[in-house]
C-alpha cells in the first residue's frame, strides 16, 4: 500500500463546476499538506498549504484535512478551463524533511 | 510565494556527455535542496536531499556517481547528469524549503527536460 493514495483521473467537468479533489494517507506523523498544480511540461506550483485538521480558503480554493480519516481534499469553486491541469497532494512530518506526493490527479475543465 | 529558478528549462545532449542544471533560490535561503526526476503522466520521484555544506542523501536505487549534486551555498544548488545515456532522459525539477523556519512549504523551479541522443 502506498503511503499516500490519489485517484490519477483524468477528472473532466464542465465549466463552472465545483471539483473535489482527495487524497488519503496511512502514515499518522504527517502534519504539513499542500496542493500543487502542474501544467504540463512545467514545475509544480504551490497552491494551498494547512497544517494539522481544519480548513482554508484562498480564493476559489479550499482545501480541507481531517487527520482523524487521514483524508484531505481540495474544492475549486467556478471552475474553469485554466484549472486543466495536474493536482498533486503532497505531505510531510515534523521529524523529517521530505515531502511524500500523491501520484497526481489530472483535470479537464472543458468550456 | 518563494521563488526557485531552475536553468535550463530544456537540454539536448550527446550519449556520453555531461549536463549540469541548476537550482537556485531567488529570495530565500534553501537550507535544502530536493532533486526530482518526472516520467510522463506520473509523480514526482525524488532523487536525492541535497543540504548546504554537506553531502547529498541520495534515494535507494539512484547512482550518486551518476547524479553528481552539489550544495555550494544557500541559494544554490546543481545536479550534474555524468555520462548521459539515454534512458536518462526525463524531466528534472528542484524544490527547495527554509527549513529553519521548520516543515515549511517546497517551492519548485520551471523543471528541465533532458533529452540524451
Known amino acids: 500500500q502506498k503511503e499516500v493514495e490519489q485517484d490519477p483521473g483524468p477528472l473532466s467537468v464542465p465549466e463552472g463546476a465545483i471539483v473535489s479533489l482527495n487524497c488519503t494517507y496511512s502514515n499518522s506523523a504527517f502534519q504539513y499538506f499542500m496542493w500543487y498544480r502542474q501544467y504540463s511540461r512545467k514545475g509544480p506550483e504551490l497552491l494551498m498549504y494547512t497544517y494539522s485538521s481544519g480548513n482554508k480558503e484562498d480564493g476559489r480554493f479550499t482545501a480541507q484535512v481531517d487527520k482523524s480519516s487521514k483524508y484531505i481534499s481540495l474544492f475549486i469553486r467556478d471552475s474553469q478551463p485554466s484549472d486543466s491541469a495536474t493536482y498533486l497532494c503532497?505531505?510531510?512530518?515534523?521529524?523529517?524533511?521530505?515531502?511524500?506526493f500523491g501520484t497526481g490527479t489530472q483535470l479537464k475543465v472543458e468550456l | 510565494g518563494a521563488v526557485v529558478s531552475q536553468h535550463p528549462s530544456w537540454v539536448i545532449c550527446k550519449s556520453g556527455t555531461s549536463v549540469k542544471i541548476e537550482c537556485r533560490s531567488l529570495?530565500?535561503?534553501?537550507?535544502?535542496m530536493f532533486w526530482y526526476r518526472q516520467f510522463p503522466k506520473q509523480s514526482l520521484m525524488l532523487m536525492a536531499t541535497s543540504n548546504e555544506g554537506s553531502k547529498a542523501t541520495y534515494e535507494q536505487g539512484v547512482e550518486k556517481d551518476k547524479f553528481l549534486i552539489n550544495h555550494a551555498s544557500l541559494t544554490l544548488s546543481t545536479l550534474t547528469v555524468t555520462s548521459a545515456h539515454p534512458e536518462d532522459s526525463s524531466f528534472y525539477i528542484c524544490s527547495a524549503r527554509d527549513l529553519a523556519l521548520m516543515n515549511t512549504e517546497a517551492f519548485f523551479g520551471q523543471g528541465t527536460r533532458l533529452t540524451v541522443v
Open positions: 529570495d530565500f535561503q534553501a537550507t535544502t
Open positions: 503532497a505531505m510531510t512530518g515534523g521529524g523529517g524533511n521530505k515531502l511524500t
